[in-house]
Nanobody
Framework: QVQLVESGGGLVQAGGSLRLSCAAS????????MGWYRQAPGKQRELVATITSGASTYYADSVKGRFTISRDNAKNTVYLQMNSLKPEDTAVYYCNADLRTTPWRTWADYWGQGTQVTVSS
């Protein structure tokens, strides 16, 4: 079994900062891409940022210059540093990992349970 556990969400005022963490545990052979998605009320889940095992990153236009994704491969953990937060960043943030549990299994997506981020104006 594989688990992704997020932490670090909360309530912050506009302009403030939060740091999200997501630790993957369980039967993991290798992790390829890790990322963060978010879903606001009444909206579809959207990609926020991703990072490969080689540290190549991608950001949605809406968060470029404000959010930074990083990872610790030794700890199977991904982070999202969120600065200059805006009320429109309010959402449930989900961690995602594309990983293999054994060398002969195909890559598969795993998701965390989500953590709420609320930005007040």
């Amino acid at each position: 079994q594989v688990q992704l556990v997020e932490s670090g969400g909360g309530l912050v005022q506009a302009g403030g900062s939060l740091r999200l963490s997501c630790a993957a545990s369980g039967s993991i052979f290798s992790i390829n891409v890790m990322g963060w998605y978010r879903q606001a009320p009444g909206k579809q889940r959207e990609l926020v940022a991703t990072i490969t095992s080689g540290a190549s990153t991608y950001y949605a236009d809406s968060v470029k210059g404000r959010f930074t994704i990083s990872r610790d491969n030794a700890k199977n953990t991904v982070y999202l540093q969120m600065n200059s937060l805006k009320p429109e960043d309010t959402a449930v943030y989900y961690c995602n990992a594309d990983l293999r549990t054994t060398p002969w299994r195909t890559w598969a997506d795993y998701w965390g349970q989500g953590t709420q981020v609320t930005v007040s104006s």
